[in-house]
């Protein structure tokens, strides 16, 4: 059974740091791609960051780069969010998230974790 | 939005209802299109990949289709029941990033 286990949500003050994690289990991380996706309370889906299996090639979204870093330990099979100097406007659920391919431009989201809760107090 | 869905639509159970998801820039069919539902509270589901390829387990009142020419992705569900009042959102790539519709909201009177 494929899962994904998100943790490491809480409140935190404006300009401080959050690291996310995300349990996976029944699959291996490091053959796929992976996701980062946060929503908004009462808004939509908004994507935030993907690494590719090769564990090299990261891409974020415009409004976290050089503030968020997406990594992974495949000895734990455990993927993460490092979130740095943080505003009220990243107050969302994370939900990380598996995608069906190791390398692609061509992204097949399939799989999604249950989300832990990032709340930004200014 | 790269990606425009419409905000709302409501129909009764028994009835068929169809969501609309259309690319503002590039291809539709350059890129797979998967179908996302999230029910009140809840995280979640893709029950659509790769443009109609349902997810095991999801039910065959569900379908999807895309029409090149009008650049949109479709998402149909037929006899319609309670529990399929939900969120749903289109997702496709871009720029080597997903991106998603804006969501739809399906009431089921």
């Known amino acids: 059974q494929v899962s994904l286990v998100a943790s490491g949500g809480g409140v935190v003050e404006s300009g401080r740091s959050l690291r996310l994690s995300c349990a996976a289990s029944g699959f291996t991380l490091k053959n796929y791609v992976m996701h980062w996706v946060r929503q908004a309370p009462g808004e939509g889906l908004k994507w935030v960051s993907l690494?590719?299996?090769?564990?090299?090639?990261?891409f974020y979204e415009d409004s976290v780069k050089g503030r968020f870093l997406i990594s992974r330990d495949d000895s734990k099979n455990m993927f993460y969010l490092e979130m740095r100097s943080l505003r009220a406007e990243d107050t969302a659920v994370y939900y990380c998230v598996k995608d069906s391919r190791k390398t692609s431009v061509n992204l097949v989201i399939d799989v999604w974790g249950q989300g832990t809760t990032v709340t930004v107090s200014s | 939005f790269m990606l425009t869905q419409p905000h709302s639509v409501s129909e009764s159970p028994g009835k068929t209802v169809t969501i609309s998801c259309t690319r503002a820039s590039g291809g539709l069919a350059s890129y797979y299109v998967q179908w996302v539902q999230q029910r009140p509270g809840s995280a979640p589901v893709t029950i659509i990949y790769?443009?109609?390829?349902?997810v095991s387990g999801v039910p065959d009142r569900f379908s999807a289709s895309i029409d090149s020419s009008s650049n949109t992705a479709s998402l149909t569900i037929s006899a319609l029941q309670p529990e399929d009042e939900a969120d749903y959102y289109c997702q496709s790539s871009y720029n080597n990033r997903a991106i998603f519709g804006g969501g739809t909201k399906l009431t089921v009177l």
């Open positions: 690494m590719w299996s090769d564990g090299n090639t990261k």
């Open positions: 790769e443009d109609f390829h349902r």
